[in-house]
């Protein structure tokens, strides 16, 4: 999953940055409205992480614009500003959810993962296929019952492959999805991961189409 963090507070976004990679969030980090803007025009985002006061462009407009432009984006405000008006403003303009500074970096995480779940809008989460289960909100992956661990990279490349059962994906596309902005990407990482995904959940669960990327093909009783 893409985040983009919009934050100009350098120790703040650094941290919030740190944590959500670690949560194995793929995080592009934008210090200006403008930046962000710009971000938001180019990429595609799973969410938005947004404070109010930036420079050139303030959250509180670039909110606006996104809402007048119907980009559907989740968005998280932050925000150091604990008045009612702030919050009535924020949401009226089309935020999905808000932080007081300072927060937990934990609820931080846990609201994101709610946004999520409510943007792909089903009630029940977990996505199965044959006798392999993923659950994107508690981060859980099993086989046969038995649950299987996964390093968070793992886990965002075999959830990215079960929403697109049937359809290929690059390399490139699946490493969109594992780094963002300035991350090194090591150069055989993916296949690395798929390796690892085929050890632990079988190794006729990923197909790799050479040169093209890789899927999941559909179960052939599931039409
Ligand atoms: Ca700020």
Do not use: C
Request: glycine share 8%.
């Amino acid at each position: 999953m893409r985040i983009l963090l919009v934050e100009d507070d350098a120790l703040l976004g650094d941290g919030v940055k740190a944590g959500l990679k670690q949560a194995g969030f793929a995080v592009d980090w934008a210090q200006d409205g403008v930046a962000a803007k710009l971000a938001l025009e180019t990429e595609e985002y799973a969410l938005l992480v947004l404070d109010l006061g930036l420079p050139k462009l303030s959250g509180l407009d670039l909110l606006k614009w996104l809402r007048a432009n119907h980009l559907k984006v989740p968005v998280l405000v932050l925000t150091a500003r604990d008045t009612v008006a702030d919050r009535v403003v924020g949401l009226n303009a089309g935020a999905d959810d808000y932080l007081i500074k300072p927060f937990d970096l934990d609820e931080l995480i846990a609201r994101l993962n709610a946004l999520l779940r409510r943007s792909v809008g089903q009630v029940t989460q977990t996505l199965q296929h044959g006798d392999i289960a993923l659950t994107p909100s508690t981060h859980q992956v099993s086989k046969n019952g038995q649950t299987i661990e996964l390093s968070a990279k793992e886990f965002t490349l075999l959830h990215e492959l079960l929403l697109h059962i049937g359809r290929v994906q690059s390399r490139e596309q699946l490493e969109q999805h594992l780094y963002g902005w300035g991350e090194e990407v090591e150069s055989n990482s993916v296949e690395v991961h798929i390796h690892h995904l085929r050890k632990k959940l079988g190794s006729d669960l990923i197909r790799t189409m050479r040169g093209v990327g890789y899927v999941i093909d559909k179960l052939s009783a599931s039409v």
